[in-house]
DNA sequence: CGCTGACCCTGACGGC
DNA sequence: TGCCGTCAGGGTCAGC
């Protein structure tokens, strides 16, 4: 489900109602998470406040002044607020309730995502290597160009790489690359400086765009069902194999790169 | 260091 | 209707 927009889109919905709050209670169902929920998690988070909610790549921080709730939300997962009377369904796995009497519902079927605990001060090894923020003034052509010089591999895996650049995932690699007209399985190290800056820049575009439209849902996040709005959004490639291209007509060709699927047109993308 | 492939887990979907 | 293989938007990790 949640590629950097909707992380985004989640952040800006549960915020306003989450800063603030003092937790009251938290609730682990089932702790068996990409990393195991630790089991002393309630009782370092009741009683505190939290002071922001912050996002690092796909990574949501609460800040309280005790340290921060890091929640990812992996393939499946999502975080929102209900009512506490709402009973829980099958895989809500964590609940935090909030003096408000909202209650913050982490839901992951698949449970790639994870919900950690970090002491004040503390820079968790998650956090350490990541990459520039697409949206950042600090990534640009310059920087890809830079960055990519003697590589070998693909530039969609190269894109991809949270190390290179976080946030940018399946979907919008394939539609930053079709939008610059560059193969995904050119090798990153023989792309030309005016190309990148092209790439980067509808990197950008991309992903404010589906930001944008992800905001859409916020009016009716609480109690809603969550659904980002991004999804009928009209994709160019993505999802669109054997569909006639939306710029040439060309049937779209799929490929498979580092085990994830590439949609893209023989013709408009070299 | 860069790159590849296996793996973590459940659910949805298409073919037979 | 039901079974089975395949695939899914995340990321880590071992091995070469």
């Not at 369904?89 to 003096?99: A, G, M, N, S, V």
Request: with cysteine; net charge positive.
């Amino acid at each position: 489900m949640p590629e950097l927009p909707e992380v985004e889109t989640t952040r800006r919905g549960v915020s306003p109602h989450c800063e603030g709050q003092r937790v009251t209670a938290v609730e682990v169902r089932d702790h068996r998470l990409r990393w195991p929920v630790p089991d002393q998690l309630p009782a370092l988070l009741v009683g505190q406040v939290f002071q922001s909610v912050e996002r690092r790549a796909k990574y949501l921080l609460f800040r309280t002044s005790a340290g921060t709730l890091l929640v990812h939300l992996g393939m499946s997962g999502s975080l929102r607020l209900v009512s506490q009377e709402e009973p829980p369904r099958r895989h809500d796995h964590i609940d935090i309730l909030l003096k408000n009497g909202l209650c913050l519902r982490y839901h992951d079927p698949r449970r790639f995502g994870c919900c950690l605990w970090l002491e004040k001060g503390e820079l968790h090894p998650l956090l350490g290597k990541l990459g520039p923020e697409p949206l950042s003034a600090g990534f640009d052509g310059d920087y890809l160009y830079r960055c990519s010089r003697g590589r070998k591999g693909p530039i969609k895996n190269f894109i991809m790489d949270a190390k290179v650049v976080v946030g940018v995932g399946n979907i919008y690699a394939n539609e930053a690359l079709f939008l610059a007209g560059i193969r995904p399985d050119r090798a990153s190290g023989r792309i030309s400086r005016a190309r990148y800056d092209d790439l980067a820049s509808q990197i950008k575009q991309v992903l404010t765009t589906a930001i944008s439209n992800g905001g859409t849902t916020l009016r009716d996040f609480v109690g809603g069902d969550g659904k980002p709005g991004y999804f009928a959004q009209k994709l160019l490639v993505y999802g669109r194999k054997g569909e006639p291209c939306k710029q040439c007509g060309h049937t779209l060709r799929e490929a498979r790169l580092g085990q994830r699927s590439s949609v893209y047109c023989v013709t408009c993308q070299r």
